[in-house]
């Protein structure tokens, strides 16, 4: 098998992560049941989630020179990521603050730190888009370096998929040279009609699987049935695998994300948690 070649410009955190029984009230302090570390990121989620279902990942994206930064280097390599393009600033690392309740809900809050230097493209990130057959792009570092990529990879025949997370207004620009659109519901209705203009779009329900509107026909995934332990993720190993499998076979793209992500469900952490290919085909068969 061909492996799809595809590059990830966006974020990489290290997740701060808390589990409690419930999430607590304004003022009031409760005692944890676990404490963990892990890469984390909406970007190098996807990235790892991508080399783990058979892509050709290289990501895009900046650490600070503390420790994080070294561990979060390491768990890039480890997965399979090219991290040649993964740059070292002065500074921190960009974090995520989680907490994660005993029914698997979680609620985040994101430091950028070095995510927040990746403010242009350099001649060899700009050679990575232009060969790769997927730029996989999120919206937690600088937007104007988000259109930047957005517009080289249209511009060298690069299909382009946007995960638009945490939503904001999409300026023309960007909207304009998205081939694929991945939301949820919450972030689908915030939109509004701006996704109606793009050819793709994808829409993930959680347990109820997904939708893809494609030109005036609409499929459905369903998930299967699991035990989550953490959502924390979860869309991220959905839009890596959907990444790999677009360039793959099309037709059960979504299928093999809506696996993906209900199985990225039964485990802690979000890099982690992230299924190989051939757990993911198991479960198609």
């Known amino acids: 098998m061909s492996k799809p070649r595809i590059v990830v410009v ?8 808390t589990s409690v029984p419930r999430f607590p009230e304004p003022g009031e302090t409760l005692l944890g049941t676990a404490f963990a570390t892990a890469a984390g990121g909406k970007g190098s989620n996807q990235a790892i989630a991508a080399a783990k279902a058979g892509g050709d990942v290289t990501f895009i994206g900046a650490v600070g020179d503390d420790g994080f930064g070294t561990q979060l280097r390491s768990t890039l390599t ?20 989680i907490t994660v309740d005993s029914a698997a809900e979680n ?39 988000v259109v930047a990529a957005v517009r ?17 207004d999409l300026p023309e620009n960007l909207i304009n040279a998205v081939d694929i659109l991945i939301v949820n519901r919450t ?24 939708d893809l509107r ?3 026909t609409t499929a459905h995934a369903d998930s299967p049935t699991v ?45 982690a948690s992230s299924p190989t290919r051939s757990s993911i085909e198991r479960h198609l068969q």
Not at 10 to 17: A, C, F, P, V
Not at 108 to 133: C, H, K, M, P, Q
Not at 154 to 162: E, G, M, P, S
């Open 227 to 271: 035990t989550p332990v953490d959502t924390t993720g979860a869309g991220d190993a959905f839009t890596g695998a959907f990444a790999v499998e677009w360039v793959l076979d099309r037709r059960r793209a979504l299928h093999f994300a809506a696996v993906a992500g209900a199985l990225a469900t039964t485990v802690h952490g979000a890099a």
């Open 187 to 210: 972030e689908s209705e915030q939109l509004g009609p701006v996704t109606d203009r793009v050819a793709h779009l994808v829409t993930t329900l959680g347990s109820g699987g997904a």
């Open 152 to 168: 080289h990879a249209r511009d060298n025949a690069t299909t382009v998929i946007l995960n638009p997370s945490p939503v904001q």
């Open 78 to 97: 480890e997965a399979g990521v090219d991290a040649s393009l993964l740059r070292s600033v002065n500074g921190a690392s960009g974090i995520a603050a």
């Open 214 to 216: 494609d030109h005036e």
């Open 10 to 17: 966006g974020s990489i955190n290290m997740d701060l992560t």
């Open 107 to 145: 609620s985040i809050i994101v430091v950028a730190g070095a995510n927040e230097s990746v403010t242009e493209l350099t001649e060899d990130d700009l050679d990575a888009i232009a060969r790769a057959d997927i730029l996989l792009c999120q919206l937690e570092i600088p937007l104007a370096t």
